[in-house]
């Protein structure tokens, strides 16, 4: 039982671990995607003599770089923390005939919320971005046939804005099919998740018809939390209607 001990406390110090890099990973990942759009404009203004002091150190290249490498990096974070948690519902699923307490089986809902909340947010910061880069993209191939519409004096321009607008389709349509692959990700991990959360109530529900003192004691809890409400209300309605008289006097 010691070593059953020594090993849940590893698994919850390395979640902890796990999610205060996650945690940190998403900030800068947030700020990154603000960021973003601003980098872009100031790629896309004409270039000036000298740069200011208030334009951004990274260009866009460096900024969709650091968007794929920041992006790899959550994603294996939330791997190494899915299959910590994994272990934790292994763990209470060995020792089920040991009767897990409460404090455990709260404590390993807590790290599945924290995940599912983790990932969702990265993956409507992830869409959020690419959605911006592919939006800044085609106004960026927009412009530039606006400008070599108005440049060129050839016979083929007809042709060749026939062409790019065919372009224009295809990204489209990946742009598509890229936020329909997102969608299907989400909903498969979100399925996945609703299983999880399954078999943990049932688990619940099977321990506390095994043990009816659980009941009993959940019982007295409420019983006291409902006199403890009574009695702060009449406390309350005392004190109201000695307000009410002193003031009429």
Same mark, same amino acid.
């Given at each position: 039982?010691?070593?059953?001990?020594?090993?849940?406390?590893?698994?919850?110090?390395?979640?902890?671990?796990?999610?205060?890099?996650?945690?940190?990973?998403?900030?800068?990942?947030?700020?990154?995607?603000?960021?973003?759009?601003?980098?872009?404009?100031?790629?896309?203004?004409?270039?000036?003599?000298?740069?200011?002091?208030?334009?951004?150190?990274?260009?866009?290249?460096?900024?969709?770089?650091?968007?794929?490498?920041?992006?790899?990096?959550?994603?294996?974070?939330?791997?190494?923390?899915?299959?910590?948690?994994?272990?934790?519902?292994?763990?209470?699923?060995?020792?089920?005939?040991?009767?897990?307490?409460?404090?455990?089986?709260?404590?390993?809902?807590?790290?599945?919320?924290?995940?599912?909340?983790?990932?969702?947010?990265?993956?409507?910061?992830?869409?959020?971005?690419?959605? &911006?880069?592919? +939006?800044?993209? !085609?106004?960026? *191939?927009?412009?530039?046939? $606006? %400008?070599?519409? =108005?440049?060129?004096?050839?016979?083929?321009?007809?042709?060749?804005?026939?062409?790019?607008?065919?372009?224009?389709?295809?990204?489209?349509?990946?742009?598509?099919?890229?936020?329909?692959?997102?969608?299907?990700?989400?909903?498969?991990?979100?399925?996945?998740?609703?299983?999880?959360?399954?078999?943990?109530?049932?688990?619940?529900?099977? &321990?506390?018809? +095994?043990?009816? !003192?659980?009941? *009993?004691?959940?019982?007295? $809890? %409420?019983?006291? =939390?409902?006199?403890?409400?009574?009695?702060?209300?009449?406390?309350?309605?005392?004190?109201?209607?000695?307000?009410?008289?002193?003031?009429?006097?």
């Amino acid at each position: 039982m010691a070593d059953m001990g020594n090993l849940w406390e590893d698994l919850r110090k390395q979640a902890r671990q796990l999610e205060n890099e996650i945690d940190l990973k998403l900030v800068s990942f947030s700020k990154l995607g603000t960021n973003y759009s601003t980098h872009r404009d100031v790629d896309s203004s004409p270039p000036t003599e000298q740069p200011s002091d208030t334009s951004p150190l990274l260009n866009r290249t460096s900024s969709e770089h650091m968007f794929d490498t920041m992006a790899m990096e959550i994603e294996q974070l939330l791997s190494k923390l899915t299959q910590v948690n994994d272990r934790m519902v292994e763990y209470t699923q060995n020792i089920s005939h040991s009767s897990p307490s409460a404090a455990l089986l709260h404590t390993l809902q807590r790290h599945r919320d924290i995940l599912q909340d983790y990932t969702h947010e990265f993956q409507k910061t992830r869409a959020n971005i690419t959605a &911006l880069r592919e +939006r800044e993209d !085609l106004l960026g *191939s927009v412009r530039r046939e $606006i %400008n070599t519409y =108005k440049n060129s004096t050839g016979l083929n321009r007809r042709s060749d804005l026939y062409l790019k607008e065919n372009d224009h389709i295809r990204n489209s349509e990946r742009l598509v099919d890229e936020q329909i692959s997102i969608a299907i990700a989400t909903k498969e991990n979100m399925a996945g998740q609703n299983k999880v959360l399954t078999s943990i109530t049932q688990r619940l529900n099977s &321990l506390a018809n +095994r043990f009816p !003192l659980i009941n *009993s004691l959940v019982q007295r $809890i %409420n019983l006291r =939390k409902r006199r403890d409400s009574i009695i702060l209300g009449g406390v309350i309605a005392t004190c109201v209607i000695l307000l009410i008289l002193y003031s009429f006097h």
